[in-house]
């Protein structure tokens, strides 16, 4: 059984805004770098461009989940 969200005992939303805007602005940023990479992001594992791409998605599905 849910129960209600008391306005007295919610975080401020000047708290939570940076995650909620965290997780899709990564996983855009993900999908724009994976678009725009070349091939060689295939063939080497510590290429900065995959480096990002990872390190973007995490923080993007990890943030998502987080906040469900």
Known sequence: MA???APTRSPALSLVAPFFMAAPL???VAGLLLA???PA???AINEPR???ITH???IGWLTTSIMG
Do not use: R
Request: aromatic letters at 6%.
């Open 41 to 43: 992001i295939f063939v």
């Open 50 to 52: 995959t480096v990002a």
């Open 56 to 58: 973007a998605t995490v």
């Open 3 to 5: 129960m209600p969200v």
């Open 26 to 28: 990564a996983l855009v």
């Open 36 to 38: 725009t990479s070349g």
